[in-house]
C-alpha cells in the first residue's frame, strides 16, 4: 500500500535556526504533493502544494519544498523559524491517475520553536 | 466566505452508543472528504463525496459507520455502536472538482469513547 513518511516525530529548535522536516512517499506513479500544518487550536491547513514544474515551490510564511523525484521526497524547509511556526506538520501525496482523491498523509511532526 | 464547519468539537460517549457527527463544506464545493486520525497515527481517509454519491469508500472501517450526504450539501457520519477504538479526531475537508484544486479542512469533531 501507498504511504508516506515523515522521519521526524518531534523537533524543537531555537528561534532564528534553520528547519528541514523529512518527507518520502512510496508510490511510482505521477503524484501531487502538500504539506499542511496544524496550529495549537486550529485546523489543518495548506502551506504549499506541487502539482508539476519547477521541483522548488514556495508556499506562506517562508516556508519551501523541493521535490525530488528520484528519491521520493519532498522535504519541507525555511531558513530561520519564529516562535509562531510552534505547530504540527503534515507532509501528504495524492496519487494521480488512479481516479481517487483522497490524500495520504504522514504521522505528523511536531515543531516547538523556543524564543 | 464561511470555512468548513464541524459539529460537535467534541463528543464523549460511552461504548455501545450511537454518535453522529456532522460536515458542512464550503458553499459550491461539490467534493466532501472525511478523515480519522488516531491519538499518534497518520490521519487516514475514511470517504469521499462528490455531490450525494460515495466516490470511494475504500477507507470505511468497517459497516459500524455509516456516511450521508442528501441532497449534496452538508454530511454527517454516524458510528452504532461505538466501539474505544473509534476515538479520534475527524476530519472534514472539501474542493472543488479538479485535480488542482486544494482540500480545505474543517477543526475536526474530538471523538473519545469510554
Known sequence: AQSVSQHNHHVILSEAASLELGCNYSYGGTVNLFWYVQYPGQHLQLLLKYFSGDPLVKGIKGFEAEFIKSKFSFNLRKPSVQWSDTAEYFCAVKLMNTGFQKLVFGTGTRLLVSP | ?114
Not at chain 2, 478523515?35 to 475514511?46: A, Q, T
Open chain 2, 1 to 114: 466566505e464561511a470555512g468548513v464547519t464541524q459539529f460537535p468539537s467534541h463528543s464523549v460517549i460511552e461504548k455501545g452508543q450511537t454518535v453522529t457527527l456532522r460536515c458542512d463544506p464550503i458553499s459550491g464545493h461539490d467534493n466532501l472528504y472525511w478523515y480519522r486520525r488516531v491519538m499518534g497515527k497518520e490521519i487516514k481517509f475514511l470517504l469521499h463525496f462528490v455531490k450525494e454519491s460515495k466516490q470511494d469508500e475504500s477507507g470505511m472501517p468497517n459497516n459500524r459507520f455509516l456516511a450521508e450526504r442528501t441532497g449534496g450539501t452538508y454530511s454527517t457520519l454516524k458510528v452504532q455502536p461505538a466501539e474505544l477504538e473509534d476515538s479520534g479526531v475527524y476530519f472534514c475537508a472539501s474542493s472543488l472538482t479538479g485535480a488542482s484544486y486544494e482540500q480545505y479542512f474543517g477543526p475536526g469533531t474530538r471523538l473519545t469513547v469510554t
